[in-house]
């Protein structure tokens, strides 16, 4: 059975700094490329980062460029988001993603992450 479980979300001041996990479990995690996703309310999902199965070809969108760094462990099975001065926009629920080409995709339950002024 697949899981994706996000762990790390809370509470901080902006300028503050959290680490997302993301640890998968029941697929092949080094042969899928892996991105977090966020979506704060009333807004649509939106693509944070991607990174691909052997920890190259890194994007970000623009909006976290500079702060916000991918990355993973595929001896672990876990995929990481180190979010660093954070902003109250970027209070979302953030989720974990993966993807192979010609399987299904993955999505894990979400963790929230909230900035305060």
């Known amino acids: 059975q697949v899981h994706l479980v996000e762990s790390g979300g809370g509470e901080v001041q902006a300028g503050g700094s959290l680490r997302l996990s993301c640890a998968a479990s029941?697929?092949?995690?080094?042969?899928?490329?892996m991105s977090w996703y966020r979506q704060a309310p009333g807004k649509e999902r939106e693509l944070v980062a991607s990174?691909?199965?052997?920890?190259?070809?890194?994007n970000y969108a623009d909006a976290v460029k500079g702060r916000f760094t991918i990355s993973r462990n595929n001896t672990a099975n876990t995929l990481y988001l180190q979010m660093n001065n954070l902003k109250p926009e970027d209070t979302a629920v953030y989720y974990c993603?993966?993807?192979?080409?010609?399987?299904?995709?993955?999505w894990g339950q979400g963790t929230q992450v909230t900035v305060s002024p």
């Open positions: 990174i691909a199965t052997y920890g190259g070809n890194i």
């Open positions: 993603k993966g993807t192979r080409w010609s399987s299904p995709e993955y």
């Open positions: 029941g697929f092949p995690f080094s042969s899928y490329a």
